[in-house]
């Protein structure tokens, strides 16, 4: 299969809104911060073919790109489950036992960090306050948020999402 000019082995097609939002912010300095967290809300994650592709398009050396996104844990390079699970460890809740409430999920969904579910349904990580201090310990599975949770009460919280 032949390769157009513009497109290399493994590109893959940006939408109209992402191109623009990176033509109108690549020119800005510091710009790369807003153009990695635009791609993550459109993809996910960023992956390499997407890291790469930004490279191109804004003239950022690719290993730049990656130094941002390891030097910031809320990127992320692997595609994540269906089911978005964030354990906050801001103070409140880590003082309310969130360390449990992560290492229950993990527990239950034989889950390694930084992985995925073997059905691609639940991905978990730690993040570092939500804002929701109120509720502490909380976590969210996509933007919807658990609050004033227990160790016991995990196994349910799954339950809500493994059949959605």
């Not at 906050?88 to 993990?106: F, P, S, V």
């Amino acid at each position: 299969m032949a390769q157009t000019a513009d497109k290399k082995e493994g590109d893959f097609d940006f939408p109209q809104e992402l191109l623009s939002f990176i033509d109108e912010w690549k020119v800005k300095p510091g710009s790369i911060i807003m153009i990695l967290h635009k791609t993550q809300e459109t993809f996910g994650y960023i992956s390499r073919p997407s890291a790469e592709k930004l490279a191109r398009l804004t003239e950022i050396p690719l290993a730049r790109i990656y130094g941002v996104i390891s030097f910031y844990h809320f990127f992320k390079t692997t595609k994540p489950g269906k089911n978005r699970i964030s354990v906050c460890m801001g103070t409140a809740c880590y003082l309310k036992g969130a360390q449990d409430l992560l290492d229950e999920i993990r527990k239950l969904l034989n889950l390694e960090p930084n992985a995925v579910t073997e059905d691609g349904l639940f991905s978990v990580d730690p993040v570092r306050c939500i804002g929701c201090c109120g509720l502490a310990p909380v976590l969210t599975v996509g933007t919807v948020a658990h609050g004033k949770l227990t160790k016991d009460m995990i196994a349910g919280v799954l339950a809500i999402y493994q059949n959605a």
